[in-house]
């Protein structure tokens, strides 16, 4: 059974760089099977996909997130990771990670950031 | 990117049958056969309900379908029943990913 575990701060504040780790079980991210995505909710709102990670290390992201986020992948740890730059309030959110691109198969249980000084 | 349109809510009666619709446009889930639904109950991570418009994963009760016409893709519980009030979100892939706004499922 595949598990995801989110890890990093809860609260970052603004101007800063928002860094979580997502740490996958029960499977390896070097299958070369699955990509790996990050996807975040505001509180209270929908979802917002932010990007994914092949066990390469090709990414892809959202175009209005682009310029500030950075996905890497550490197959040694069977971990990938996020960071976003230059924070917000409006970047506060539940931050998931997922297993795949095309649909989210298995997700982890969402780890809340708080952007505030 | 847009978002993908859903009704904000919806509500049915157990036993009843709903639909939600899911419109994109031609260059997302009118184009490609990658639109999925995820169930989120508050306070909890995201369910995959339905993967390629149509397909179900192991585990998820037959009572939930998908199909899709044009750009609009739905989302159709039959016998609704008082677990199936969450949240529901469509998702389109095309190397990249855009949800739905959300929809809200009551179950009266």
């Known amino acids: 059974q595949v598990q995801l575990q989110e890890s990093g701060p809860g609260l ?7 860094s979580l780790t997502c740490t996958v079980s029960g499977g390896s991210i070097s299958s070369g099977d699955y990509y790996w995505s990050w996807i975040r909710q505001p509180p209270g709102k929908g979802l917002e ?3 994914y990670i092949y066990y390469s290390g090709s ?13 890497s992948v550490d197959t040694s740890k069977n971990q990938f990771s996020l960071k976003l730059s230059s924070v917000t309030a409006a970047d506060t959110a539940v931050y998931y990670c997922a297993r795949g691109a095309d649909y989210f198969d298995y997700w982890g249980q969402g780890t809340l950031v708080t952007v505030s000084s | 990117q847009s978002a993908l349109t859903q009704p904000a809510s919806v509500s049915g009666s157990p036993g009843q049958s709903i639909t939600i619709s899911c419109t994109g446009t ?19 991570a995201p369910k995959l309900m339905i993967y390629e418009v149509s397909n179900r994963p192991s585990g998820v009760p037959d009572r ?45």
């Open chain 1, 12 to 18: 970052v504040k603004p101007s800063q760089t928002l």
């Open chain 1, 49 to 51: 996909w932010i990007g």
């Open chain 1, 59 to 71: 990414t892809y992201y959202n175009p209005s997130l682009k310029s500030r986020v950075t996905i």
């Open chain 2, 26 to 44: 031609s260059s997302d889930v009118g184009g490609y056969n990658y639109v999925s639904w995820y169930q989120q109950h508050p306070g909890k």
């Open chain 2, 64 to 108: 939930f379908s998908g199909s899709k016409s044009g750009n609009t893709a739905s989302l159709t519980i039959s016998g609704l029943q008082a677990e199936d009030e969450a949240d529901y979100y469509c998702s389109s892939y095309t190397s990249s990913v855009v949800f739905g706004g959300g929809t809200k499922l009551t179950v009266l």
